[in-house]
Structure formats: structure tokens, C-alpha cells
């Protein structure tokens, strides 16, 4: 089945730095997703991505959808506390499939 | 407030017990979707319904059964089920199945089975 490596696992760092993680895959999705999800709280969008090479901010997060659609990272910049959470990117091959989730990126950040 | 309220918040049921997880959402979204967060793995999908009718049960157990009475409101019914189905179940919607609008996610129920 369709798999969705996220890397890394986890991530502390320490506030002010900028962080970036990404989702590789070895099929092509046409559709990419960033949510976070706080703790004892679901999963909320953070951006969608639609179309290859595409780059889309919100705030201090940055994301891209990757040119060969196999890929897509976030980077969120200037690091505060409340980013504390589980990362979670997300892929749909065509509109009417799932979506195949990553395994989620942890980030801690030490004030 | 993401629009995807889930009750109860938290539950702890024996493996004998019959009890349901309820999720209302309040988007105008036509399909509906039950998943399971358990410690260190993806998110996966349990149940997807869409206007109303189940279209996608990803072999799941039958003692998790799925009920959507209207487009608004997904049912998850649970009886004799085992300590290894303790995990957060997460309630998601969307605008329908075919376009590109993303899901919308509650903020779960967190079962402990005894």
C-alpha cells in the first residue's frame, strides 16, 4: 500500500530557530496536506497544497509541494513555544482517494 | 473550534461492555470519517461514509460498528472490544469525496479498554 515516510521523528530545538521537516513518498500524490495536532486535541490543517513546485505560507509556516509530487516539506520559521505539537503531512492521490498519513514529526521547543 | 465535536471526550470500558462514540459536525460536509491514533503509528482510517452511505470499510473489525444516521452525524458503536483497541478514534469531515477540500478533524475520544 501506499506509504508516507515522515522524517524526523522528533525535534527539539530551542526557541527562535527554524525548523523543517518533510514526507517522501514512493508514489506520486497529487494533493499534500500539513496539520498539527496539540496534545489531548485532533488534527488541524495547516495548509493544502494542489499543485506541483506550489508554495504556500501561512504565518511563519512555509510549505511546498514537491516538483516530481513524490515529496513535500514544511518549515516553520522563528520557533515559539505554542508550535509544540505533532506534525502530521498527509497525501491524496486523486480527489475521491484517502488521504495516506505520515507518521508525524514531535517538536519540542525549550524557551 | 474546528466545526467536528466529538462526545464523549474520554471513555473506559470493560472488553464486556456496549458503548457509542458520537460525532456531530456543523460544516455542511457530505462525508464523514472514523480513524484510529494509537501510540506510534499513522492515523489509520476506519470507516469513510459519504451522503450518508458507507463507502469504504477498511477491515475493521466487526465489533466496531459504524452508523450514519444523517450527513451530519457519524455513530461509532463499540461492544467486546479487546485492550488492544485503547487509542484516541478521531472523527473527520469533508465537503464531499470527489473534490479537493480537505478533512476537518474533532478532537477525538480517547478510549481505555480494562
Known amino acids: 500500500g501506499q506509504q508516507l515516510n515522515q522524517s524526523p521523528q522528533s525535534m527539539f530545538i530551542q526557541e527562535g530557530e527554524d525548523v523543517s521537516m518533510n514526507c517522501t513518498s514512493s508514489s506520486i500524490f497529487n494533493t499534500w496536506l500539513w496539520y498539527k495536532q496539540d496534545p489531548g486535541e485532533g488534527p488541524v490543517l495547516l495548509i493544502a497544497?494542489?499543485?506541483?513546485?506550489e508554495l504556500t505560507s501561512n504565518g511563519r509556516l512555509t510549505a511546498q509541494f514537491g516538483i516530481t509530487r513524490k515529496d513535500s516539506f514544511l518549515n516553520i520559521s522563528a520557533s515559539i513555544p505554542s508550535d509544540v505539537g505533532i506534525y502530521f503531512c498527509a497525501g491524496q492521490r486523486n480527489a475521491g482517494n484517502m488521504l495516506t498519513f505520515g507518521g508525524g514529526t514531535r517538536l519540542m521547543v525549550k524557551p | 473550534e474546528t466545526g467536528v465535536t466529538q462526545t464523549p471526550r474520554h471513555l473506559v470500558m470493560g472488553m464486556t461492555n456496549k458503548k457509542s462514540l458520537k460525532c456531530e459536525q456543523h460544516l455542511g460536509h457530505n462525508a464523514m470519517y472514523w480513524y484510529k491514533q494509537s501510540a506510534k503509528k499513522p492515523l489509520e482510517l476506519m470507516f469513510v461514509?459519504?451522503?450518508?452511505?458507507?463507502?469504504e470499510n477498511n477491515s475493521v473489525p466487526s465489533r466496531f460498528s459504524p452508523e450514519c444516521p444523517n450527513s451530519s452525524h457519524l455513530f461509532l458503536h463499540l461492544h467486546t472490544l479487546q485492550p488492544e483497541d485503547s487509542a484516541l478514534y478521531l472523527c473527520?469531515?469533508?465537503?464531499?469525496?470527489?473534490?479537493?477540500?480537505?478533512?476537518?478533524f474533532g478532537d477525538g475520544t480517547r478510549l481505555s479498554i480494562l
Open positions: 461514509y459519504s451522503l450518508e452511505e458507507r463507502v
Open positions: 473527520a469531515s469533508s465537503q464531499d469525496r470527489q473534490g479537493n477540500q480537505p478533512q476537518h
Open positions: 497544497l494542489y499543485k506541483a513546485g
